[in-house]
């Protein structure tokens, strides 16, 4: 079968290691099973696994993907939960020291067969394209966590994004939107700040930009090159909520802020089933639909991977099968 994979891993140049072509189809072991793929979205983790971060060599040849909608053994239409936790694991499965998200441990979903866990399987409703409902496993769920389980924030309060165009930014403006929230954003340009805005964010920055008034929330995916800019922004009291670091691990810590200001930092990675479900009726009750930026059959996922890695994105990057 077509599948986009990494044999090994290249920390300097990824997209040299990038492979689409064939793969032996995944077998699916008791208690799991096969989704036949329809749609599947890139996330920034499938770059970082090219270039081996979380993704050691031998556990290569590894299929990329996190994120994938399509059909059940029974043709069901379905969106699959990307977080594998332990088979005996029960509650919050983002909690499980030994969860995976698939294309970590367990191959990944850029491909036309993907095997997972029965309980990963969801029910897509009829209202959401395959592609829209691809979207929602990783970067609007974690948008979703970051928001509504972790933040605290209420309806008519202000967060700001940092960084407009991806796939988690999208997600936090529209979600952001959705729940009252006055949403201010930090774009890279004038394109980016422009389509931020027409998503629904109140005010758009550049990066780093002084704001005219300091933030109740800041949602960070950005890392090293907006932390500082992040912790300046909040209100005493404030909460910072972190799940990504695409620039950079190793911020300056701030701490004199943190403590004098007494901020909240809170981490926050994917979500749980259960909050899969949440963000799939809130998309089917509201209307709202994820942001994409580009449509690409499987077969050309090498033009979004490259898209994503030079910064050129307006949203979600989804491939179709
Ligand atoms: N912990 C989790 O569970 C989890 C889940 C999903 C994602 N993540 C992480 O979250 C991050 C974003 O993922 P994604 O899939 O949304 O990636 P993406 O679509 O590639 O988006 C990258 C975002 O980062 C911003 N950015 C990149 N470099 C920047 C710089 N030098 N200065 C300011 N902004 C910069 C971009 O801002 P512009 O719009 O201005 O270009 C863009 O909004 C990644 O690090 C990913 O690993 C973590």
């Known amino acids: 079968m077509l599948a986009a994979f990494v044999s090994t891993p290249a920390p300097k140049d990824p997209l040299s290691v990038l492979e689409v072509a064939d793969?032996?189809?995944?077998?699916?072991?008791?208690?799991?099973?096969?989704?036949?793929?329809?749609?599947?979205?890139?996330?920034?983790?499938?770059?970082?696994?090219?270039?081996?971060?979380?993704?050691?060599?031998?556990?290569?040849?590894?299929?990329?993907?996190?994120?994938?909608?399509g059909l059940d053994p029974d043709g069901n239409e379905v969106v699959v939960h990307a977080v594998i936790a332990s088979p005996?694991?029960?509650?919050?499965?983002?909690?499980?020291?030994?969860?995976?998200?698939?294309?970590e441990v367990h191959q990944?979903?850029?491909?036309?067969?993907?095997?997972?866990?029965?309980?990963?399987?969801?029910?897509?409703p009829a209202e959401l394209s395959f592609a829209e409902a691809a979207?929602?496993?990783?970067?609007w769920l974690t948008a979703y966590r970051m928001l509504f389980v972790k933040s605290g924030l209420r309806p008519g309060q202000t967060v700001l994004v940092q960084g407009a165009s991806g796939g988690v930014a999208t997600a936090l403006i529209v979600l952001g939107r959705t729940a009252g929230l006055r949403v201010w954003v930090t774009g890279r340009s004038e394109e980016k700040r422009a389509a931020a805005l027409a998503l629904g964010a109140d005010q758009a920055f550049e990066t780093g930009a002084r704001l005219p008034a300091r933030v109740d929330g800041v949602m960070e995916t950005v890392g090293e090159a907006t932390w500082s800019h992040s912790i300046k922004s909040l209100k005493p009291g404030g909460v910072?909520?972190?799940?990504?670091?695409?620039?950079?691990?190793?911020?300056?810590?701030?701490?004199?802020?943190?403590?004098?200001?007494?901020?909240?930092?809170?981490?926050?990675?994917?979500?749980?089933?259960g909050e899969l479900e949440s963000l799939v009726e809130l998309c089917r009750v509201t209307g709202i639909r994820p942001q994409i930026d580009v449509e690409l059959p499987l077969a050309r996922?090498?033009?979004?991977?490259?898209?994503?890695?030079?910064?050129?994105?307006?949203?979600?990057?989804?491939f179709t099968v």
């Not at 499938?46 to 590894?62: N, Q, T």
């Not at 005996?88 to 294309?103: F, H, V």
């Open 108 to 124: 990944g979903a850029l491909a036309e067969q993907v095997v997972v866990p029965k309980r990963n399987v969801l029910p897509k």
């Open 23 to 69: 793969r032996p189809a995944p077998e699916a072991p008791d208690g799991w099973t096969t989704i036949t793929v329809k749609a599947a979205s890139l996330n920034h983790h499938d770059l970082f696994s090219l270039r081996g971060v979380g993704l050691p060599a031998e556990r290569m040849p590894m299929i990329l993907g996190c994120d994938a909608a």
């Open 135 to 139: 979207c929602l496993p990783t970067a």
């Open 240 to 273: 910072l909520v972190t799940s990504g670091a695409t620039t950079g691990f190793n911020p300056g810590a701030e701490l004199n802020r943190v403590f004098f200001t007494q901020l909240s930092v809170i981490g926050s990675t994917m979500g749980t089933r």
């Open 88 to 103: 005996d694991w029960q509650g919050d499965e983002t909690l499980d020291p030994k969860r995976s998200l698939l294309s």
């Open 301 to 318: 996922a090498r033009e979004g991977f490259e898209r994503m890695l030079e910064g050129r994105t307006a949203g979600k990057i989804v």
